[in-house]
């Protein structure tokens, strides 16, 4: 196992992308700190469940990715617990879907927190850790809307154009501290996140689901196909292996072609 003895924090990880992620590490020998919102039940059910499946320690933080002061301490749960945050994942994310001019102006701030600031938090709080102990991996996931556009998700671009901008800033910065920085951008991956923000682009669109998942979200992707999270946590767990040691500040799609139009 590669990752014996390693700590992973994964925000946004009860469910989806980041439950995935976390799940590849525990298997890969790392205790994990899960984060995120759901039924209390569910989520002490998926935290056990990494730990009796995967043999390694699962705790998990209920930090509110919008409050940086929650976000910190959840970085500093995981040291006192395990005594080291040696890979930060910072997959927390929300989507809304609104033309411009009738864009909330709350779920712009929402969005922007969740979506971004959020990991400008939590890096900072864990770099010091990293860098004294000369190794370090941080992921950002990122999206294919890190490097183009669609119409009506102003915020949510805006935030991963911010993400992938964010990433190359640390990891010039960390470069010779042991620790590399990447962000990983996924096409449209079946997610609940995604499925969420069918009703609103049918809205938006005045079009059918049928029409939406056809006509919007795969019409993006040549291969026709959704991503899915295993393939997106398996990226991960590669860029925390040695065979990724020289790669950070790097911007990797996963979209299934979408991003080569």
């Given at each position: 196992?590669?990752?014996?003895?390693?700590?992973?924090?994964?925000?946004?990880?009860?469910?989806?992308?980041?439950?995935?992620?976390?799940?590849?590490?525990?298997?890969?020998?790392?205790?994990?700190?899960?984060?995120?919102?759901?039924?209390?039940?569910?989520?002490?059910?998926?935290?056990?469940?990494?730990?009796?499946?995967?043999?390694?320690?699962?705790?998990?933080?209920?930090?509110?990715?919008?409050?940086?002061?929650?976000?910190e301490e959840m970085i500093r749960l995981a040291e006192r617990t395990f005594g080291s945050v040696d890979i930060l994942v910072n997959n927390a994310g929300i989507q809304f879907v609104s033309p411009v001019e009738n864009f909330p102006v709350e779920k712009w701030d929402q969005i922007i927190a969740i979506n971004l600031s959020s990991a400008f938090h939590a890096i900072r709080a864990a770099v010091p850790g990293m860098k004294a102990r000369k190794w370090g991996r941080i992921i950002n996931t990122a999206s294919a809307h890190s490097l183009v556009a669609s119409p009506f998700k102003s915020a949510y671009v805006a935030a991963k154009h911010g993400i992938a901008g964010l990433t190359k800033t640390v990891a010039l910065e960390v470069a010779t501290d042991g620790i590399t920085v990447n962000c990983i951008s996924p096409g449209y991956v079946w997610t609940p996140l995604v499925e969420k923000q069918i009703p609103d682009t049918m809205k938006a669109?005045?079009?059918?689901?049928?029409?939406?998942?056809?006509?919007?979200?795969?019409?993006?992707?040549?291969?026709?196909?959704?991503?899915?999270?295993?393939?997106?946590?398996?990226?991960?767990?590669?860029?925390?292996?040695?065979a990724a040691s020289q790669m950070s500040g790097a911007n990797l799609s996963m979209d299934g072609g979408w991003t080569a139009k």
């Open positions: 196992m590669t990752l014996t003895s390693k700590t992973a924090v994964v925000t946004g990880s009860t469910s989806g992308i980041g439950l995935a992620i976390a799940r590849a590490f525990a298997k890969e020998g790392a205790n994990v700190v899960i984060n995120g919102f759901g039924d209390a039940g569910d989520i002490e059910e998926t935290r056990a469940g990494i730990e009796s499946e995967y043999g390694v320690k699962a705790i998990y933080s209920p930090a509110d990715m919008s409050k940086p002061h929650e976000i669109r005045n079009m059918t689901k049928e029409q939406v998942i056809n006509d919007v979200l795969l019409e993006a992707q040549p291969t026709k196909q959704f991503v899915t999270v295993d393939q997106v946590a398996a990226l991960a767990v590669f860029l925390c292996s040695d």
